[in-house]
């Protein structure tokens, strides 16, 4: 295992695990799980900053507050993203107004992945840093494709990308989620909102049911339009069965995913992507490993994010060539992001892209020396 891989998704596993935070569905309000982590009140507007959580109660209390204060410089630059975001894919904010939001969150994803790189894990749930740490360079890169996206032709292939930020976008919330659900155990529950109609997410999103799915020029995956609400209870099998239908799901491996992805091979970019979303779709109609519900949710998320990985490599090969590498690097971001979600005893998957990849560089003009 290289030295960049993240522990293996495995052994720190409570059972009943449940939501923290995101699953708020507010009418006409703004989705994304950070947004609405950090905002005391679903009828603040987008201008006003969110409160800075103050630690209570138990330990684990202390740590959400703590990572919530990591993701705090997100917040309101957040939900003004998500609102300019939906403007821009109904042509009702311009391509020039759109960047500009996004060099703002890309700025505040920076400042959050530097947070929660220096937090150090809690030792009942270590695992939740790390689900953390992955949902801000998800969020990372759903800011970087929209910023590309803006530098494509409008057509087919625009409208497609648009979709792909949108399910990067809800997959990052749901991996917020996933780090929300380790903590759950060890946190004081959470108090009820006035007036606001509270369910819990869907853990694994169903793109053609949210009108999401994607389409040519890119793959469709052909899955069944089916939701998937939220489970209360789910039933369970030995992590040794787990294995065997993960195993025979015929996933596809890391290395013949990133030579694809780096030659631009469409034709196994396209069978790929069709493997991962299927793959994905059969763990979540299997039991999860004894305990575990959360590693199974988790295999299936990085999954998908696998399938976006290929669609953004599918893209890579089809934006104007200007655009190609800016497309190639969130296709092996992504893939990097899934590979480090994954568990070790469904085998190695050991990214070989450089972690420098997730890292997001300040967007702003550095000041230039004063004249002596």
């Given at each position: 295992?290289?030295?960049?891989?993240?522990?293996?998704?495995?052994?720190?596993?409570?059972?009943?695990v449940?939501?923290?935070?995101?699953?708020?569905?507010?009418?006409?309000?703004?989705?994304?799980?950070?947004?609405?982590?950090?905002?005391d009140?679903?009828?603040?507007?987008?201008?006003?900053?969110a409160?800075?959580?103050?630690?209570?109660?138990?330990?684990?209390?202390?740590?959400?507050?703590?990572?919530?204060?990591?993701f705090?410089?997100?917040?309101?630059?957040?939900?003004s993203?998500?609102?300019?975001?939906?403007?821009?894919?109904?042509?009702?904010?311009?391509?020039?107004?759109?960047?500009?939001?996004?060099?703002?969150?890309?700025?505040?994803?920076?400042?959050?992945?530097?947070?929660?790189?220096?937090r150090?894990?809690?030792?009942?749930?270590?695992?939740?840093?790390?689900?953390?740490r992955?949902?801000?360079?998800?969020?990372?890169?759903?800011?970087?494709?929209t910023?590309?996206?803006?530098?494509?032709?409008?057509?087919?292939?625009?409208?497609?990308?648009?979709?792909?930020?949108s399910?990067?976008?809800t997959?990052?919330?749901?991996?917020?989620d996933?780090?929300?659900?380790?903590?759950?155990?060890?946190?004081?529950?959470?108090?009820?909102?006035?007036?606001?109609?509270?369910?819990?997410?869907?853990?694994?999103?169903?793109?053609?049911?949210?009108?999401?799915?994607?389409?040519?020029?890119?793959?469709?995956?052909?899955?069944?339009?089916?939701?998937?609400?939220?489970?209360?209870?789910?039933?369970?099998?030995?992590?040794?069965?787990?294995?065997?239908?993960?195993?025979?799901?015929?996933?596809?491996?890391?290395?013949?995913?990133?030579?694809?992805?780096?030659?631009?091979?469409?034709?196994?970019?396209?069978t790929?992507?069709?493997?991962?979303?299927?793959?994905?779709?059969?763990?979540?109609?299997?039991?999860?490993?004894?305990?575990?519900?959360?590693?199974?949710?988790?295999?299936?998320?990085?999954?998908?994010?696998?399938?976006?990985?290929?669609?953004?490599?599918?893209?890579?090969?089809?934006?104007?060539?200007?655009?190609?590498?800016?497309?190639?690097?969130?296709a092996?971001?992504?893939?990097?992001?899934?590979?480090?979600?994954?568990?070790?005893?469904?085998?190695?998957?050991?990214?070989?892209?450089?972690?420098?990849?997730?890292t997001?560089?300040?967007?702003?003009?550095?000041?230039?020396?004063?004249?002596?």
């Amino acid at each position: 295992m290289s030295a960049n891989k993240r522990p293996p998704a495995r052994g720190w596993r409570s059972r009943k695990v449940q939501l923290l935070v995101a699953g708020l569905v507010i009418t006409g309000g703004v989705s994304g799980a950070v947004a609405w982590a950090l905002t005391d009140s679903p009828h603040k507007s987008a201008a006003t900053p969110a409160p800075t959580p103050t630690p209570t109660g138990t330990p684990g209390d202390q740590y959400v507050a703590a990572v919530l204060r990591d993701f705090s410089s997100m917040s309101t630059v957040l939900i003004s993203y998500l609102q300019t975001l939906r403007q821009w894919q109904t042509d009702k904010v311009d391509d020039t107004q759109m960047k500009a939001v996004c060099i703002g969150l890309l700025d505040d994803v920076a400042a959050a992945q530097q947070a929660l790189a220096a937090r150090q894990p809690f030792l009942p749930a270590p695992r939740a840093i790390y689900d953390y740490r992955a949902s801000a360079d998800l969020y990372g890169q759903a800011a970087q494709l929209t910023q590309n996206a803006t530098a494509v032709p409008r057509g087919a292939l625009r409208t497609q990308l648009q979709l792909a930020i949108s399910r990067i976008q809800t997959l990052a919330d749901r991996v917020f989620d996933q780090g929300a659900a380790e903590l759950k155990p060890f946190v004081t529950p959470d108090h009820d909102y006035d007036s606001v109609q509270i369910t819990r997410a869907d853990e694994l999103p169903s793109f053609p049911a949210s009108k999401l799915a994607a389409g040519p020029p890119l793959t469709d995956v052909g899955a069944a339009p089916t939701p998937h609400p939220y489970q209360t209870t789910r039933p369970e099998q030995s992590a040794a069965d787990w294995v065997k239908v993960a195993t025979a799901a015929h996933i596809p491996t890391d290395k013949d995913t990133e030579a694809a992805i780096d030659a631009g091979t469409v034709a196994t970019l396209r069978t790929d992507t069709i493997a991962f979303a299927g793959a994905s779709e059969k763990l979540h109609s299997t039991p999860d490993p004894t305990g575990e519900r959360t590693v199974n949710t988790r295999i299936q998320l990085a999954l998908l994010i696998d399938a976006e990985a290929t669609q953004m490599g599918q893209a890579a090969t089809l934006v104007p060539a200007a655009q190609h590498d800016n497309f190639l690097h969130v296709a092996q971001a992504l893939s990097l992001i899934a590979d480090r979600m994954w568990d070790e005893r469904l085998g190695q998957r050991d990214s070989s892209y450089p972690t420098s990849l997730l890292t997001i560089q300040s967007q702003q003009p550095s000041e230039a020396p004063s004249a002596k």
